[in-house]
């Protein structure tokens, strides 16, 4: 198993910025994919950034050059550091930890608002 306990949401302006992390506990040294996600109200999760443990990444189009995702050195916890932060980025944003096998852990969620 796989505990994951988030932080840094908040409310903001547009243009703003906001950093999120997600520390990881557990099996830990099972963890590949460390990522976030979001789901605004009304639409379905997806995918925001995601970093593997060899440090590749993969952001959605709608956040590349605003957005940056990492992992600290022992790989248990993932930072988004959000910039230009506009309205359509305001939902609940997931931490999402992929274990060697495939299996799926998901944080609590944090509230991102981004107001105009």
């Known amino acids: 198993q796989v505990q994951l306990v988030e932080s840094g949401g908040g409310l903001v302006q547009a243009g703003g910025s906001l950093r999120l992390s997600c520390a990881a506990s557990?099996?830990?040294?099972?963890?590949?994919?460390m990522g976030w996600y979001r789901q605004a109200p009304g639409k379905q999760r997806e995918l925001v950034a995601a970093?593997?443990?060899?440090?590749?990444?993969n952001y959605a189009n709608s956040v590349k050059d605003r957005f940056t995702i990492s992992r600290d050195n022992a790989q248990t916890t993932v930072y988004l550091q959000m910039n230009s932060l506009k309205p359509e980025d305001t939902a609940v944003y997931y931490c999402?930890?992929?274990?060697?096998?495939?299996?799926?852990?998901w944080g609590q969620g944090t509230q991102v608002t981004v107001s105009s």
């Open positions: 557990g099996r830990i040294f099972r963890i590949n994919v």
């Open positions: 999402n930890v992929q274990i060697w096998g495939g299996t799926n852990y």
């Open positions: 970093i593997t443990s060899g440090g590749v990444t």
